[in-house]
């Protein structure tokens, strides 16, 4: 895998070195977020005269979808102890780092659900695309 490109203006793209991410770690918090799991994530950075000038990060965001609830059975259960079980599972893979969960509702029900659950709402639009392998 190549990880440098340059174009005519030279500014270099390439992928972020695990070990490098500290020099990104900065832009991160300043947007209070913070770095994901470098096993696990990629960050691409725009680079000129060895200044990175923007960046963008592939990482996973595990959603949690579907959710059904039998007509009639909504108080025969507790939505946190079921959501519960994905988190347990989850846990022995995360290696030490945390990963973010997100749930998509289209619902005051649903929305209900997902705040029950420890979920918070948010301010983000959730855009979607999809990448399919290489095509030989």
């Known amino acids: 895998m190549a990880l440098d490109t340059a174009t005519a203006t030279e500014t270099i793209y390439r992928l ?49 979808e579907p959710t059904w609830v039998a007509t009639g059975h909504e108080a025969d259960l507790s939505m946190p102890e079921l959501s519960a079980q994905l988190e347990q599972a989850i846990r022995p893979a995360l290696n030490g780092n945390g990963v973010d969960l997100c749930m998509v509702t289209d619902n005051a029900q649903a929305g209900r659900l997902a705040k029950a659950c420890g979920f918070e709402h948010t301010a983000f639009h959730i855009w979607a695309k999809r990448v399919e392998p290489k095509e030989d």
Do not use: K, M, N, Y
Not at 36 to 47: C, D, G, K, R, W
């Open 16 to 64: 972020l070195r695990p070990e490098e991410w500290e020099r990104v770690a900065p832009v991160f918090a300043a947007h209070g977020l913070r770095l994901p799991s470098a096993s696990l994530a990629f960050i691409a950075v725009a680079e000129r005269d060895g200044q990175i000038i923007a960046l963008t990060t592939l990482q996973p965001l595990l959603h949690v």
